[in-house]
T-cell receptor, first 113, second 114 residues
Framework: EDKVVQSPLSLVVHEGDTVTLNCSYE??????LLWYKQEKKAPTFLFML????IEKKSGRLSSILDKKELFSILNITATQTGDSAVYLC?????????????FGKGTHLIIQP | GAVVSQHPSWVICKSGTSVKIECRSL??????MFWYRQFPKQSLMLMAT?????????EQGVEKDKFLINHASLTLSTLTVTSAHPEDSSFYIC??????????FGPGTRLTVT
C-alpha cells in the first residue's frame, strides 16, 4: 500500500521566517511527487517533481526531490501571512494509465504577523 | 492553467435521497478524472478513477453501488451519492490532468446529509 508521510503536522512561525516542510513516501512504481497548497477549498498546484536533485522554484517557494532517500522538501522563504495554509504532498504511481494521487495528511502552516 | 469546475459547490439533502455532483474540465479534454473525498481536518482520499467511455475504477473500501460514477464525455464526469446518509457528509473534490502527471482540482462540493 502506498504511503505518504508529512512532517511536521503543524507549524507556527513569525512573518519573515523561513520554513521547511518534509514529505517522505513509500510507493511502488513511483512516477511523480506533487505539492499543493490548500486554503479553504480545493488544493492549488505548486510543484511537480519527477527527477532527483533538480530544484523547482517559484518566487519564495522551492522544492526538491530525493528519489534515493524517498523524500521531498518544500521551502518557503520570507514567509507572509498569506502563506498560511495546509500544504499537501501527494505521490503519483504508475499502474498503467493515469492514476490517482496518494496524499499525505498535510502540514498546517500558520504565519503570525 | 487548466480549469476544472464542479457543481454544485454546496448541497444539503435529506437522508435516503440521492445527490449528483458534476465535474467539468473547461478548457481541455480529460479522458481520466479522479474523485476524492476529504473529511474535516483530514487529507484527500482517492475514491475512484473515472474513465471516459468505460467503467470507473474504485479504491478499496469504496462502494461502487453507492457512489455511481459516469464519465459521459471528455469534459464531464458525474458522481452520484445514492441513498445518502449523514456519514456521507464530506467535501468531494474532482481532479483532471492535461499534461501527463499534473492534476488540477475542482473547487469541491460540500455535501451535508441531514
Amino acid at each position: 500500500e502506498d504511503k505518504v508521510v508529512q512532517s511536521p503536522l503543524s507549524l507556527v512561525v513569525h512573518e519573515g521566517d523561513t520554513v521547511t516542510l518534509n514529505c517522505s513516501y513509500e510507493v511502488t512504481n513511483f512516477r511523480s511527487l506533487l505539492w499543493y497548497k490548500q486554503e479553504k477549498k480545493a488544493p492549488t498546484f505548486l510543484f511537480m517533481l519527477t527527477s532527483s536533485g533538480i530544484e523547482k522554484k517559484s518566487g519564495r517557494l522551492s522544492s526538491i526531490l530525493d528519489k534515493k532517500e524517498l523524500f521531498s522538501i518544500l521551502n518557503i522563504t520570507a514567509t507572509q501571512t498569506g502563506d498560511s495554509a495546509v500544504y499537501l504532498c501527494a505521490v503519483g504511481s504508475s499502474g498503467g494509465g493515469a492514476d490517482g494521487l496518494t496524499f499525505g495528511k498535510g502540514t498546517h502552516l500558520i504565519i503570525q504577523p | 492553467g487548466a480549469v476544472v469546475s464542479q457543481h454544485p459547490s454546496w448541497v444539503i439533502c435529506k437522508s435516503g435521497t440521492s445527490v449528483k455532483i458534476e465535474c467539468r474540465s473547461l478548457d481541455f479534454q480529460a479522458t481520466t478524472m479522479f474523485w476524492y473525498r476529504q473529511f474535516p481536518k483530514q487529507s484527500l482520499m482517492l475514491m475512484a478513477t473515472s474513465n471516459e467511455g468505460s467503467k470507473a475504477t474504485y479504491e478499496q473500501g469504496v462502494e461502487k453501488d453507492k457512489f455511481l460514477i459516469n464519465h459521459a464525455s471528455l469534459t464531464l464526469s458525474t458522481l452520484t451519492v445514492t441513498s445518502a446518509h449523514p456519514e456521507d457528509s464530506s467535501f468531494y473534490i474532482c481532479s483532471a490532468g492535461d499534461r501527463g502527471y499534473e492534476q488540477y482540482f475542482g473547487p469541491g462540493t460540500r455535501l451535508t446529509v441531514t
